[in-house]
């Protein structure tokens, strides 16, 4: 799976009902957000941690594909999910 993109990257944070990761910028190595399940929406979702984040296209095409990427996990799409394995 991929973590690690042009501006931000993902870290696994600790949840003690589901995955969530936390998405941290390159640059500043700070957590801007983090992506979580949403039981109610059934799908991954992304939460900035405050109101200063501001991404371009990019990043949220980054964001997008990690949480895309989750999803098709969830659903059996893709190879074992495995977090730590792929960092490219």
């Given at each position: 799976m991929k973590k690690q993109y042009k501006?931000?990257?993902f870290e696994l944070s600790s949840s003690e009902n589901e995955?969530?990761?936390?998405c941290i910028n390159n640059k500043s190595n700070k957590i801007i957000g983090e992506v979580t399940?949403?039981?109610?929406?059934?799908?991954?979702?992304?939460?900035a941690w405050n109101d200063l984040a501001i991404?371009?296209?990019?990043?949220?095409?980054?964001?997008v594909d990690f949480m895309e990427q989750l999803q098709n996990s969830k659903k059996g799409k893709s190879s074992e999910?495995?977090?730590?394995?792929?960092?490219a």
């Open positions: 501006y931000i990257h995955l969530s990761f936390y399940w949403y039981k109610q929406w059934k799908c991954h979702v992304f939460n991404f371009n296209v990019s990043c949220l095409e980054d964001i999910f495995d977090f730590e394995a792929n960092t």
